[in-house]
Every structure is written in C-alpha cells, then in structure tokens.
C-alpha cells in the first residue's frame, strides 16, 4: 500500500499538468490515510483497574485511567432504585482494589467485602465506562466474589455525559444509542455463547468481540446481570481491553484539500 502511494506521488509529481500533479497527490494522501486507518485498527488498548481504595466513599465519584500509551479511560458507579433492575440508575461509590473496580451502593452499608462488588444482591451495580473517543471493547477480566455473570451495554449517543446516566434505565439504554450484547450479536451458546456472559465461581476474561462484529462506542456498561432471578453475581472489573477505531481526519481532510485544488486547476486550464 504504501509503495503504491509514494509511486503515485512520483507520477503525480512528473506530470507536466498542474492540474494532474494535485489531483493525484489527493488520491495518494487519501489512500494513506485509509492504509493508517487500517493499521490503527490492529493496537488494542489495556487499562489496569486496580487500585487500593477505602471501601466507601461519596456517590458519584470518578476514577481516570492512563493506559502504557497515554489513552485515559474514565469510570463512574451507578446502582439501580430497585431489585429487579428496572429501576433508574442512581449514583454510587466506585472504589479500586487489588482485584479491580468494585462498586458500594447507598444500601451496601459501609462496604465491607463482598459488599464493594459490582453485584445483584439486592440493587443492581453497574459501572459506566468512557473512552477517550469511539473504541471497540474486546474483553473484560473479572475477579470473582461470587459469580461472574454480567450484563454489558456499548455505544451512546453525541452529549452524552456522566450526568446523564443518573435517571436513565436498562429499558432505556437503546434509545440513547446503546447495544446490549447478547447472543444474537456476540459469541456469547454455552462453550461459545454462554461462556462469556455467565461464568462460574472463577476468576476469568470474558470476550466482547469474539465474533469480530465490532460493535463500538464512546460508553461501555458493565454490570451485574440484571435478569438474574437467583441472584449471587459478586465481582470486581480488573481489566478492560478495547481497540481504538480510527479517525483518519487531517490527512483525510489533506487529501479532500488535493483534490479540490486539482479539481479548480483543471477548470481554469481548461
């Protein structure tokens, strides 16, 4: 790819028309902008969530995350008003640990473990993600206290804010540009599908993106599952692993430039 471009950036070059040389130096900044796009699409990005928190704290508080390559990952908990998991979302403490994220709600008293995890036992905990920019989750690692079954929302629409999430539902996520993963659009069958959603009494790293859909967004929720009818889910988020998906932006923008200067080139001289 790259040989191909520099190759027409000489032809364009060599031209004796004006109106040749920027239209073809727009093509070659195009398509390097898409072989960058392609490349940028390999590297995913790991956060260590873990951290040494007292195990309660003020509701709505909020945890940054630098990754080895500068990119920040924010994080807040929220719990739900009732113990079904239809409530609205309501803000909670989100605290880090040796094993990860954990979460005491304003019911979980002074969060003594296992309390201060992401769980059912009562409300439903669920912590909220936001990237830097649009990236595609890939997995998650999750340190048991009980089990690991989880339930897990991507996407969110532009304005979104952590302000927004305190009054919205689980029934309300898809109209604020959420997808759940499931079944039908991740590799969740039991030995495919089943495993990643519902896990056991182990720690394990649950798959996201398993299938390569590459389902992506600004927002990434974890919680506990919130359909559980027997509920005893109690874990902590150790790990989260995304990939970024690309803006090719300046040199896209470059290219667009070429092109139009190629293009009002070619009508004067012609």
């Known amino acids: 790819m790259i040989g191909t471009i520099c190759a027409l950036c000489r ?31 390999a590297v995913t990005v790991t956060w260590n969530l873990t951290g040494s928190d007292s195990l309660d704290g003020a509701e709505g508080n ?43 709600s304003p019911g979980d008293g002074t969060g003594a473990s296992p309390t201060n995890t992401v769980d059912n036992i009562g409300t439903r905990d669920l912590v909220v993600f936001k990237f830097s ?5 890939t997995s998650v690692f999750l340190t048991q206290l009980g089990d690991t ?11 979104l804010t952590f302000s927004s999430f305190a009054g919205l539902s689980y029934s309300t996520l898809g109209a604020n540009g959420f997808t759940q993963y499931t ?14 959603i519902v896990g056991g009494s182990t720690d394990r790293l649950a798959g996201l993106n398993n299938l390569g859909l590459n389902l992506s ?16 889910d109690q874990f ?29 080139s070619r009508k004067r001289f012609f």
């Open 62 to 104: 909020e945890r940054s995350f630098p990754a080895a390559g500068g990119e920040v990952l924010w994080a807040r908990a929220f719990t739900t008003t009732n113990t079904d998991g239809t409530g609205l979302f309501l803000p909670a403490y989100l605290g880090r640990y040796s094993g990860g994220l954990g979460v005491t």
């Open 133 to 137: 920019g649009a990236y595609i989750p």
């Open 183 to 196: 079944c039908g659009n991740a590799d969740l069958l039991w030995q495919s599908c089943i495993k990643d």
């Open 149 to 159: 079954d989880f339930t897990a929302y991507v996407g969110g629409n532009s304005g």
């Open 11 to 41: 032809l364009g070059m060599m031209h004796p028309n004006r109106s040749v040389q920027w239209l073809r130096l727009g093509l070659a900044a195009a398509l390097f902008a898409l072989a960058v796009a392609g490349q940028a699409e």
């Open 217 to 232: 967004g600004q927002w990434l929720i974890i919680g506990a599952l919130k359909g559980d009818a027997t509920p005893e």
């Open 236 to 264: 902590l988020i150790k790990t989260l692993n995304g990939t970024a998906v690309p803006e090719p932006g300046t040199l896209l923008l470059l290219g667009v430039g070429l092109l139009a200067t190629g293009l009002w």
